[in-house]
């Protein structure tokens, strides 16, 4: 009886930790990001290497190529006034107190500006769509992506899977001063009531790839830039790390923010909760960490487990 009842809390123990630890080895690359853009480049670099597919870097990034983030701003602004118009006979002739009903008038101001405003070091290159296009068409057809309607099960399940995640994540804001806008000619001053806040920028959008996650972290390889380690294995608390997903670091505003409405417009379709990763699964050759899961399918280990238990 103590021994059945062992065998099974070592059954419960073995496939609790299958079904909820999932680590993966990415490829190890040479060359870190070299530049404030192509962190969706490097990133897609060391996963087609993790599938024994190596590309160089900078060739990438080369025909890959940045993006310029910038958007016109146009206005039409109707600013209705009433005001009460006196002359010098209507005071003669009638006092000054007439003035306040009499010759009434309206006047339409109409303000149009068309002015482009550019985000600059924003962090990434290309967006999302833009980029695994030309990832499908000239490096890998089984790139795929999705974004905004995306949990965090999904990303679980495809670690499960076999298959490494990049994650588009915000990890920081730079605020524009709405008033600043407006002395710089950004925003005319007749339109500076269209916004009831400062204007936030999601600055640095960075890419990074995503190969594991246990019940407390997630762990994730960064792009080496700066003076990240190039080939080491990073984690971040869960809720850290929808902090970052879903663009709500450091109380980045969303609303009213017309870099935001233009990042996720359809113009550009950048959105939170954006992952890319190859629809394949990861090459036998390049094995899950020790540390963690021991095979992507748990199920390979029940058989085994249960003729311990029946002997």
């Not at 992506?145 to 994540?169: C, I, T, W």
């Not at 806008?181 to 001053?189: D, H, K, V, Y």
């Amino acid at each position: 009886m103590k021994k059945t009842s062992f065998l099974i809390f070592c059954f419960v123990l073995v496939t609790s930790q299958v079904l909820g630890n999932v680590r993966w080895d990415a490829a190890e690359v040479s060359e870190a990001q070299t530049d404030n853009w192509s962190c969706g480049v490097h990133s897609a670099h060391r996963l087609l290497k993790t599938y024994e597919q190596d590309e160089d870097y900078n060739a990438m990034r080369n025909d890959i190529g940045p993006y310029n983030y910038s958007f016109d701003l146009l206005y039409n602004i109707n600013d209705q006034i009433d005001k009460t118009v006196c002359d010098i006979w209507t005071v003669v002739l009638f006092g000054p107190d007439i003035c306040i009903t009499w010759k009434i008038i309206t006047v339409t101001v109409e303000v149009t500006e068309d002015i482009i405003v550019k985000i600059d070091d924003i962090g990434i290159g290309k967006p999302t769509n833009i980029l695994v296009d030309k990832l499908q068409t000239d490096y890998r057809s089984t790139f795929r992506s999705r974004q905004g309607n995306v949990s965090f099960q999904d990303v679980k399940d495809l670690l499960e899977d076999g298959r490494p995640v990049m994650a588009l994540l915000q990890k920081g804001k730079r605020r524009i001063d709405k008033h600043l806008l407006t002395a710089t000619g950004l925003i005319p001053a007749e339109a500076i009531w269209l916004y009831s806040s400062d204007i936030d920028v999601p600055l640095p959008l960075h890419w990074v790839i995503i190969t594991g996650y246990d019940e407390n972290y997630i762990y994730y390889y960064d792009t080496g830039s700066g003076s990240t380690p190039l080939n080491s294995e990073f984690s971040m608390s869960h809720a850290q790390f929808l902090e970052y997903w879903e663009w709500n670091h450091d109380g980045y505003n969303k609303n009213n923010n017309l870099a935001h409405d233009y990042l996720t417009s359809s113009a550009v379709d950048l959105d939170e909760r954006t992952i890319i990763w190859i629809d394949e699964d990861v090459p036998v050759s390049t094995p899950p960490d020790p540390s963690g899961t021991l095979n992507n399918d748990p199920a390979t280990y029940l058989p085994a487990i249960l003729s311990i238990l029946l002997h």
